[in-house]
């Protein structure tokens, strides 16, 4: 149980145009979800925190003009990608956690989104 | 910002031996850790967690240590196998912060043959 999974795994676009990542708490109601962007061979930095319903809270640094962030359902979350530039090209992860799960502290990651700005 | 350039130490083991990775943590109010494992391309994955209020948690092949005195929280990997082999990232958190985690630099662990 606790899958999260994402979609797309890979994406290449075009600078200047919007991409949109979905993530999906498979088999559970994920109360909050976390964005995190990685770069090659460093470590996950949180860009948010999403609460099913509310808007999200951006960490600071993080554009929320042009990384959106929409927790529509308990069990999905999108982060769009606003006129994408070569430098967000970028290795973006989500993660759920849920009141029904044992453990509730616990988050539950995603397999990650390849963003390649061209 | 990033760190640009920033290059993942790396602990090179050989199969069957004992693996030893270590991560300083900053925030002295942290009271929740944990050690992730990724492979390339993928998510974290959860191995171990570990409250402040012990210093030593055991787990399959795997154990925690935690020195809340110097701050610092080793892994060690009994028999390292080449399935071992990926990204390890220790994480921190302070309960009742919504579960936010603080990751680590992370280290390369090479199992070799």
Redesign the interface.
């Known amino acids: 149980g606790a899958v999260?999974s994402?979609h797309p795994s890979r994406v290449i676009c075009k600078s200047g145009t919007s991409v949109k990542i979905e993530c999906r708490s498979l088999d559970f109601q994920a109360t909050?979800m976390?964005w995190y962007r990685q770069?090659p061979?460093?470590?996950?930095?949180?860009m948010a925190?999403s609460n099913e319903g509310s808007k999200a809270t951006y960490e600071q640094?993080v554009e929320k003009d042009k990384f959106l962030i929409n927790h529509a359902s308990l069990t999905l979350s999108t982060l769009t990608v606003t006129s994408a530039h070569p430098e967000d090209s970028s290795?973006y992860?989500c993660?759920a956690?849920g009141g029904g799960h044992p453990t509730y502290?616990?988050?539950?990651?995603?397999?990650?989104t390849?963003l390649t700005v061209l | 910002g990033e760190n640009v350039g920033l290059h993942l130490p790396t602990l090179s083991v050989q199969e069957g031996d004992n693996s030893i990775i270590n991560c300083a943590y900053s925030n002295s109010a942290s009271d929740y850790f944990i050690w992730y494992k990724q492979e390339s391309g993928k998510g974290p994955q959860f191995i171990i967690d570990i409250r402040s209020n012990m210093d030593k948690r055991q787990g399959q092949r795997v154990t925690v240590l935690l020195n809340k005195t110097v701050k610092h929280l080793s892994l060690q990997i009994a028999a390292t196998q080449p399935g071992d082999s990926a990204v390890y990232f220790c994480a921190e958190t302070i309960t009742g912060t919504a579960s936010k985690l603080t990751f680590g630099t992370g280290t390369r662990l090479q199992v070799t043959l």
Do not use: Y
Not at chain 1, 41 to 46: I, N, R, V
Not at chain 1, 105 to 112: R, V
């Open positions: 999260v994402q909050t976390f770069f061979k460093q470590s996950l930095m949180l925190t640094g290795f992860i993660s956690i502290n616990e988050q539950f990651f995603g397999p990650g390849r």
